[in-house]
T-cell receptor, first 112, second 114 residues
Framework: DSGVTQTPKHLITATGQRVTLRCSPR?????VYWYQQSLDQGLQFLIQ???????AKGNILERFSAQQFPDLHSELNLSSLELGDSALYFC???????????FGPGTRLTVL | DQQVKQNSPSLSVQEGRISILNCDYT??????FLWYKKYPAEGPTFLIS?????DKNEDGRFTVFLNKSAKHLSLHIVPSQPGDSAVYFC?????????????FGTGTRLKVLA
């Protein structure tokens, strides 16, 4: 158990819909990262937050957005969903940027 | 453009033998490298790391080697055990615009045969 929690575990929705994925980092970790893993793909970095502020952006689509709240939990919002958005979405946290990251169990999103 | 490449999608090794997983990178600014292990239905877990100032780091049965001139790193597992069967991701990081960005490879699925 990494100490990072993600909800929900599974999500099935239809194209055009909007979903929110939630992540609670390990206690004491200030950095939160979001990754997408599609079939046969590596982990694609989406976005990083540090203590409530956006720190780095990766290959995140404009239809996707994220935020980190004062209690340090983070949410990833995916809108106008397309079939190709079906993937595993992982959240990771670290004490500070550059430290080893601890991953949550992931949310499997299926868009039908 | 895949900056971190794991060219072998899968590898099978006999229990007790050595497993060697390879990773190549293209960005010479990467200065920190990590290996993560991932079991099905779980998130990746950190295994071992190496800084660019070193060429080898060892932790029990796991050793990571870094060849900066070849932009290549490898993970050696000796002896391999059935419980090592998992997907292994290598990752590289560089300080970019004041923060560290991690780039992951596509993973190598290791199967250790009993």
């Amino acid at each position: 158990d990494s100490g990072v929690t993600q909800t929900p575990k599974h999500l099935i929705t239809a194209t055009g819909q909007r979903v929110t994925l939630r992540c609670s980092p390990r206690s004491g970790d200030l950095s939160v990262y979001w990754y997408q893993q599609s079939l046969d793909q590596g982990l694609q970095f989406l976005i990083q937050y540090y203590n409530g502020e956006e720190r780095a952006k990766g290959n995140i689509l404009e239809r996707f957005s994220a935020q980190q709240f004062p209690d340090l939990h983070s949410e990833l919002n995916l809108s106008s969903l397309e079939l190709g958005d079906s993937a595993l979405y992982f959240c990771a946290s670290s004490v500070v940027s550059g430290d080893e990251q601890f991953f949550g169990p992931g949310t499997r999103l299926t868009v039908l | 453009d895949q900056q971190v490449k794991q060219n072998s999608p899968s590898l099978s090794v006999q229990e007790g033998r050595i497993s060697i997983l390879n990773c190549d990178y293209t960005n010479s600014m990467f200065d920190y490298f990590l290996w993560y292990k991932k079991y099905p239905a779980e998130g990746p877990t950190f295994l071992i790391s190496i800084s660019s100032i070193k060429d080898k780091n060892e932790d029990g049965r796991f050793t990571v080697f870094l060849n900066k001139s070849a932009k290549h790193l490898s993970l050696h597992i000796v002896p391999s055990q059935p419980g090592d069967s998992a997907v292994y991701f290598c990752a590289a990081s560089a300080l970019t615009s004041g923060t560290y960005k991690y780039i992951f490879g596509t993973g190598t699925r290791l199967k250790v045969l009993a």
